[in-house]
T-cell receptor
Framework: DSGVTQTPKHLITATGQRVTLRCSPRSGDLSVYWYQQSLDQGLQFLIQYYNGEERAKGNILERFSAQQFPDLHSELNLSSLELGDSALYFC???????????FGSGTRLTVV | GESVGLHLPTLSVQEGDNSIINCAYSNSASDYFIWYKQESGKGPQFIIDIRSNMDKRQGQRVTVLLNKTVKHLSLQIAATQPGDSAVYFCAEKESGGSNYKLTFGKGTLLTVNP
């Protein structure tokens, strides 16, 4: 157990639907990062939050959004889902000044 | 390009041999590098890191070498074991700024034969 908790582990949904992925960072970590991992891409950075504020943005689609709450957990919202959104979505966390990430075990999203 | 599970660079070694996994990075402004291991069905796991003011760092059975001149990073695993079979990613962080975004390479699949 890495200390980073992601739920759900698996999610199957239909095209056009909306889902929410949840991440609880490791205790004491202020930064949360979301990454997408698909078969034809490596780990693609989506977005970073630090202590509730958006800090960096990657190639995140407009259909996707995220937020970090006062208790530091984060949610990634994916809407108008397409078949190509099927992937593993990872959350990672770190403390300020600690460059190493700790990853969760991921959420496997399947869009049918 | 390579991808996880498809068209991924692969390295196959015999148990007990040493393994060397290579990574080329493109951003000369990167000042921090990490190697991650990802086993099937799991999230990436931190192995070892190195800062740009160093050219070598050793851990338990692993060594990371950094050559900034040619922007090359390598991971050496000594006495490779079946449990080392996984996909290995290098990651880099650009210096400066207040975010800690890591950019990951495509990964290398290491298979250890008993």
């Amino acid at each position: 157990d890495s200390g980073v908790t992601q739920t759900p582990k698996h999610l199957i949904t239909a095209t056009g639907q909306r889902v929410t992925l949840r991440c609880s960072p490791r205790s004491g970590d202020l930064s949360v990062y979301w990454y997408q991992q698909s078969l034809d891409q490596g780990l693609q950075f989506l977005i970073q939050y630090y202590n509730g504020e958006e800090r960096a943005k990657g190639n995140i689609l407009e259909r996707f959004s995220a937020q970090q709450f006062p208790d530091l957990h984060s949610e990634l919202n994916l809407s108008s889902l397409e078949l190509g959104d099927s992937a593993l979505y990872f959350c990672a966390s770190s403390v300020q000044g600690d460059y190493g990430y700790t990853f969760g075990s991921g959420t496997r999203l399947t869009v049918v | 390009g390579e991808s996880v599970g498809l068209h991924l660079p692969t390295l196959s070694v015999q148990e007990g041999d040493n393994s060397i996994i290579n990574c080329a990075y493109s951003n000369s402004a990167s000042d921090y590098f990490i190697w991650y291991k990802q086993e099937s069905g799991k999230g990436p796991q931190f192995i070892i890191d190195i800062r740009s003011n160093m050219d070598k760092r050793q851990g338990q059975r692993v060594t990371v070498l950094l050559n900034k001149t040619v922007k090359h990073l390598s991971l050496q695993i000594a006495a490779t074991q079946p449990g080392d079979s996984a996909v290995y990613f290098c990651a880099e962080k650009e210096s400066g700024g207040s975010n800690y975004k890591l950019t990951f390479g495509k990964g290398t699949l290491l298979t250890v034969n008993p």
